[in-house]
């Protein structure tokens, strides 16, 4: 086994043990699972830890109807978006995107969230819990004051668990 060394990732540094071959004990290889260390380090990975998932897809200018960005599975909780413009929205008026419900609003969940300038934006939302059981599809919408944006992009990221 080979020596204990100190790797850095930002501003984080981790111990790390660099095996040259195989980890063995009185000549018999020690071999363990992902899973078996997992559990050792008190990490939960079963299908029943409350881990929090996301989906994201993206909006653009073009989109002045609700687009179907993505489908959350029936029974999941949801705590959350954030939208993140790649791209800022230039309509000569306001600049605004909306994350609705299929076949609900448009605007189920944000409405009005500035998408005039680039980078990551925390909406407020409404209608966040658990989602019912044929599941949700989330739509993302833009709207120009003037109808006249050339450009313009956002990605929506929704946050959610399976209980």
Do not use: C, W
Not at 46 to 68: G, I, M, N, R, Y
Not at 125 to 154: P, W
């Amino acid at each position: 086994m080979g020596a204990v060394t100190k790797r850095h990732e930002g501003t984080h540094v981790f111990d790390a043990v660099e095996v040259g071959q195989s980890i063995s004990q009185g000549g018999n290889k020690i071999l363990a699972s992902v899973a078996e260390i997992n559990k050792l380090r008190g990490i939960d990975t079963a299908p029943t830890a409350k881990v929090v998932q996301s989906l994201a897809a993206t909006f653009t200018h073009e989109d002045a109807t609700a687009k179907d960005l993505f489908a959350l599975p029936a029974g999941a909780v949801l705590i959350g978006f954030q939208v993140f413009v790649t791209e800022a929205f230039n309509d000569t008026g306001t600049n605004e995107g909306d994350i609705g419900l299929k076949g609900t609003a448009d605007d189920h969940y944000a409405a009005g969230v500035d998408v005039s300038t680039a980078g990551l934006k925390a909406p407020t939302y409404t209608n966040l819990g658990v989602i019912g059981a044929g599941g949700a599809v989330i739509t993302g919408k833009f709207t120009g004051q003037n109808s006249d944006a050339s450009q313009g992009a956002a990605t929506v990221v929704a946050l959610y668990f399976m209980p």
